[in-house]
T-cell receptor, first 114, second 112 residues
Framework: DAGVTQSPTHLIKTRGQQVTLRCSPK?????VSWYQQALGQGPQFIFQYYEEEERQRGNFPDRFSGHQFPNYSSELNVNALLLGDSALYLC?????????????FGPGTRLTVT | TQLLEQSPQFLSIQEGENLTVYCNSSSVFSSLQWYRQEPGEGPVLLVT?????EVKKLKRLTFQFGDARKDSSLHITAAQPGDTGLYLCAASTGEYGNKLVFGAGTILRVKS
């Protein structure tokens, strides 16, 4: 039973560039959430996708956008990268029908903006 | 202002000692989760508590949800070096209940 997978593992980009991160949810899960974790902090909620639509969004600018595909996998896109976007980007999957709101995280993508 | 306040921020103890980590808030939550995260990895779910006053045990780890569902604690008995990591509490919020808000975490270091 495959858990949550993310790609790439590491990424180095330059200010102003655009980046796409990918996530495959745990088998049987239909909801994907994205989080940003800066060094020494807890993860911060970016947004959540369900039924191929953005359902909830945190306090992140429109430079952060996403997509969910029919197979429930998801992408996170960040445009016009800033130095402050350097962080560990985590994808978490869950089952919308679940009553305990448990989310399972992938290993993350470490993004460095120079 | 952090919705969830974790304390202490950092804990360094000897193998075999006991410890307690706290997660406090002024808000009421439908559920609260504890995660453990190692450097360069994603958080791993340890437990979910949903009922006020609930106590759950996972081997040497004991988790408690406050009666008013505003706070939680994690107690580790006879800590081992393998317990080293970042411990995060997270609360379910949002319209659909599955938007997680995290505390800043407690870094635990267990020395052998």
């Amino acid at each position: 039973d495959a858990g949550v997978t993310q790609s790439p593992t590491h990424l180095i980009k330059t200010r102003g560039q655009q980046v796409t991160l990918r996530c495959s949810p745990k088998s049987g899960h239909d909801t994907v959430s994205w989080y940003q974790q800066a060094l020494g902090q807890g993860p911060q909620f970016i947004f959540q996708y369900y039924e191929e639509e953005e359902r909830q969004r945190g306090n992140f600018p429109d430079r952060f956008s996403g997509h969910q595909f029919p197979n429930y996998s998801s992408e996170l896109n960040v445009n016009a990268l800033l130095l402050g976007d350097s962080a560990l980007y985590l994808c978490a999957s869950s089952l919308d029908a679940g009553s305990s709101y448990e989310q399972y995280f992938g290993p993350g993508t470490r993004l460095t903006v120079t | 202002t952090q919705l969830l306040e974790q304390s202490p921020q950092f804990l360094s103890i000897q193998e075999g000692e006991n410890l307690t980590v706290y997660c406090n808030s002024s808000s009421v939550f439908s559920s609260l989760q504890w995660y453990r995260q190692e450097p360069g990895e994603g958080p791993v779910l340890l437990v979910t508590v949903v009922t006020g006053g609930e106590v759950k045990k996972l081997k040497r780890l004991t988790f408690q949800f406050g009666d008013a569902r505003k706070d939680s604690s994690l107690h580790i008995t006879a800590a081992q070096p393998g317990d080293t990591g970042l411990y995060l509490c997270a609360a379910s919020t949002g319209e659909y209940g599955n938007k997680l808000v995290f505390g800043a975490g407690t870094i635990l270091r267990v020395k052998s």
